[in-house]
């Protein structure tokens, strides 16, 4: 897997012929990352027929394009009205959404879209050169490890809901409890299901984020006008390119954010079936914690949008690592990728790299091509697509929550599941009216069966011995530094109360 840097040269300048492949891909991955409820995964899907008639380096180029622009697009309903495109979008309107109501949408638009290209080009370039050694990741992190992973993820409940520390808990323990329906991972014994064979499979994921975050925002924001006040709108319509370049000069001004965000976005995507949720969960977490100002966090605080849309572009390039090396997909996207090589006969392993150098190589330089093309592409929009928020509520509202209904719809193809959004709605609308947080429902119901798998499966190979949770280095290392993080910020607390010494 060694090339020098001619070949590397060599492989952008042939990726670029695919050009007429690649601009087609980013397009749709934005548009589709747009539609809450719509993903990558859904829209390859939807397009097999078409990768499968491309050769294998055609097809695998408009995949890679396709999935690292949706990445980008979803940050923008996240930010606009509160409604995350997808999963791996979750953690950017805590900071986003404040951004826009207080009529800073454009200047957080480009904060989003620099932080997702910046992030996105180190990372593909840092995954390139670092194949072989975070190739290794996937070997090294257990269900030891990962059981940590999913406890960083976790704790953001209590980070989120400081001002409430009971309502978070209780919203985080509800959303566990909702994300524990269905059959057990042990006897196949179903739990909750109320007798729906739907819900055996767990709650399906997309229409409660959709129901959760779409419907409920839609229920919440008809009873206004508009998303912005009257005084706001104003200013939205009268602005001029200035808040772009802030945002673009904020995003510069916390390089090392987007940087260390990205790398932990690169470090967890090479786990498989960890994903951008849980990176952006970590991510945003571990940003407050390190923060000199967590309490600035959930106000429309930079850093606290750079975290999660840096690591979830991280996890881009990361994906990539274990289905090319070991054959292992690392997300859903990854898997049906792997559906298309398999279909044309491609052989994963080390060997691909030199064996198919446009199918390895090719595809992260495929992706870096796509993250240049996006940000001369989708930068400049960010003036006008942060007029959405003064659209009337009046005709906001049914379209969101038609799109979001379809969007629950399309994953499964069940009409169930539409039914599972609009009672999430409910759900939403409700803790949102009574000062329950949303996000911290939605942290139980996609970590929770996660970390039920991961503890499950550490127990059995352990025979049911407990201090199997103690017995890897790696992981006793990551239990100190969970402990850390979640004494920081007590401790801080007890040394900003200290009274000053006297002289």
Same mark, same amino acid.
């Given at each position: ?9 060599g ?17 749709? &991955? ?11 995964? *859904? $829209? ?32 923008? !309903? ?11 979008a979750a953690?950017?309107?805590?900071? &986003? ?27 593909t ?5 670092l194949? !072989? ?12 490890e ?16 400081? @001002?409430?520390?009971l309502?978070?808990?209780i ?6 409890m ?31 984020l ?7 925002? =839609? ?33 510069m ?9 990205g790398?932990?976005g ?7 079936? =960890? ?40 996890v881009? #390039?990361? $994906?990539?690592?274990?289905?090319l ?11 049906i ?9 491609? *052989? ?8 198919? !150098? ?6 992260f330089?495929?992706?870096c ?12 929009? #960010? ?20 799109f ?15 039914g599972?959004?609009?009672?999430f709605?409910?759900i ?11 996000? =911290? ?10 970390? @039920? *798998? ?6 059995r190979?352990?025979? &049911? ?7 890897? *280095? ?14 920081t ?15």
């Amino acid at each position: 897997m060694e090339a020098d840097l001619s070949v590397f040269a060599g492989l952008f300048v042939d990726t670029l012929a695919y050009w007429w492949i690649i601009l087609p891909g980013t397009l749709l &991955g934005v548009l589709v990352g747009a539609i809450p409820g719509f993903s990558a995964a *859904n $829209t390859i899907i939807i397009l097999l027929p078409v990768t499968l008639a491309m050769p294998a380096d055609e097809g695998m180029v408009f995949m890679v394009a396709l999935y690292t622009a949706s990445r980008l697009g979803a940050g923008i !309903p996240a930010i606009l009205i509160n409604i995350p495109g997808t999963a791996g979008a979750a953690a950017t309107p805590l900071d &986003g959404y404040p951004m826009a109501v207080s009529g800073r949408g454009q200047q957080a638009l480009a904060i989003s879209f620099v932080s997702s290209v910046a992030a996105g080009l180190l990372t593909t370039v840092a995954a390139l050169v670092l194949i !072989p050694w975070l190739a290794q990741v996937a070997f090294h992190l257990h269900s030891v490890e990962m059981i940590v992973v999913m406890l960083f993820g976790i704790s953001l409940i209590a980070t989120i809901s400081a @001002e409430d520390m009971l309502k978070g808990l209780i919203a985080g323990l509800f959303g566990l409890m909702l994300g524990y329906i269905g059959a057990d991972v042990v006897y196949e014994a179903p739990r909750g299901t109320f007798g729906f064979l739907e819900l055996y499979d767990k709650v399906p994921l997309v229409p409660a984020l959709v129901g959760l975050f779409a419907v409920s925002e =839609a229920f919440v924001i008809i009873e206004r006008s508009r998303v912005v006040g009257a005084d706001v709108k104003s200013a939205t319509l009268a602005a001029g390119w200035g808040p772009t370049f802030e945002g673009i000069r904020e995003t510069m001004k916390h390089w090392w954010h987007v940087v260390w965000t990205g790398m932990l976005g690169v470090v967890i995507g090479v786990i498989p079936g =960890a994903g951008a949720a849980i990176a952006s969960f970590v991510a945003y977490q571990q940003s407050r914690t390190l923060s000199k100002t967590p309490e600035l966090y959930g106000t429309g605080h930079v850093p606290g949008l750079i975290a999660p849309e840096s690591a979830n572009n991280g996890v881009t #390039s990361g $994906t990539l690592i274990p289905l090319l090396i070991i054959g292992v997909p690392g997300g859903a996207t990854a898997a049906i990728m792997s559906v298309v090589l398999e279909y044309h006969g491609v *052989n994963f392993g080390p060997d691909l790299f030199v064996s198919e !150098p446009m199918i390895a190589y090719g595809s992260f330089t495929a992706m870096c091509i796509t993250y240049l093309l996006l940000g001369l592409m989708i930068l400049p929009l #960010s003036r006008y697509m942060s007029r959405v928020t003064v659209v009337p509520t009046m005709y906001m509202t049914p379209i969101l929550i038609a799109f979001t209904l379809v969007g629950a719809f399309v994953p499964r193809g069940y009409l169930f599941d539409m039914g599972v959004a609009l009672v999430f709605g409910l759900i939403g609308y409700i803790a949102r009216k009574t000062g329950y947080h949303v996000a =911290a429902i939605l942290i139980g119901v996609i970590l929770g069966p996660m970390l @039920e *798998n991961y503890f499950l499966r550490a127990l059995r190979i352990s025979q &049911g011995d407990l201090t199997t949770l103690f017995s890897s *280095n790696i992981g006793n290392m990551l239990w100190l530094l969970l402990a850390v993080t979640l004494l920081t910020p007590a401790v801080r607390g007890v040394l900003g109360k200290r009274p000053p010494e006297s002289p």
